[in-house]
């Protein structure tokens, strides 16, 4: 089946350790985005990909790092700048055709230890 | 303030009741509309997505768009169980499908059997 793959569902990160979630695509979509979901809060974007090998900030970029190496993939590392890390992160990718929504995967939820 | 502001609820309502969602924005350079639904520890599922004033329906849903009052409401007719789940609105300027979405904090509903 089409969709976005996000692992691990749940990760723990100790204390001056960096992390990297992973999302995956298999929808052929050409842009990719990492949000981060608080509780009571909606959600706000980190980063986000238009092509390969191109990405730009979000709202909330600080303490996180991305790549597009491949058009299927956009890993997101959560590094030790981060201060307060602990939060839900999804990712959701969209086509290059005008007007199409974007769709989520089904999160990673990150904790520390 | 708060770009798109939306009822965090909760809201209970029983089973079989008309259920209002709604969100305001401030800024009128929103040109499309989204709702998503999210169920507890999983990605946000698209259900409705609207560009012009005026109603969409979809099978028991109705997306309602007011762009002269600023104002954007999702209906649930008939409501069930299992559309107990946390509601998103969303926001985008313009048609670029990289445009960032505005999210509204959610509204947590329960449908009670």
């Known amino acids: 089946d089409g969709g976005i793959t996000q692992s691990p569902k749940y990760l723990f990160r100790k204390e001056g350790q960096n992390v990297t979630l992973s999302c995956e695509q298999n929808l052929n979509h050409d842009a990719m985005y990492w949000y981060r979901q608080d509780p009571g809060q909606g959600l706000r974007l980190i980063y986000y990909?238009?092509?390969?090998?191109?990405?730009q900030k979000g709202d909330i970029a600080e303490g996180y790092s991305v790549s597009r190496e491949k058009k299927e993939s956009f890993p997101l590392t959560v590094t030790s700048a981060q201060k307060n890390p602990t939060a839900f992160y999804l990712c959701?990718?969209?086509?290059?055709?005008?007007?199409?929504?974007?769709?989520f995967g089904d999160g990673t939820r990150l904790s520390i230890l | 303030q708060k770009e798109v502001e939306q009822d965090p609820g909760p809201l209970s309502v029983p089973e079989g009741a008309i259920v209002s969602l709604n969100c305001t924005y401030s800024?009128?350079?929103?040109?499309?509309f989204m709702w998503y639904r999210q169920y507890s520890r999983k990605g946000p599922e698209l259900l409705m997505y609207?560009?012009?004033?005026g109603n969409k329906e979809d099978g028991r849903f109705t997306a309602q768009v007011d762009k002269s009052s600023k104002y954007i409401s999702l209906f649930i007719r008939d409501s069930q169980p299992s559309d107990s789940a946390t509601y998103l609105c969303a926001m985008k300027y313009g048609s670029s499908n990289t445009g960032k979405l505005i999210f509204g904090q959610g509204t947590t509903l329960q449908v009670k059997p």
């Open positions: 609207t560009y012009s004033s």
């Open positions: 800024n009128s350079a929103f040109q499309y």
């Open positions: 990909s238009q092509i390969v090998n191109d990405f």
């Open positions: 959701a990718s969209t086509s290059g055709v005008r007007n199409q929504p974007q769709h």
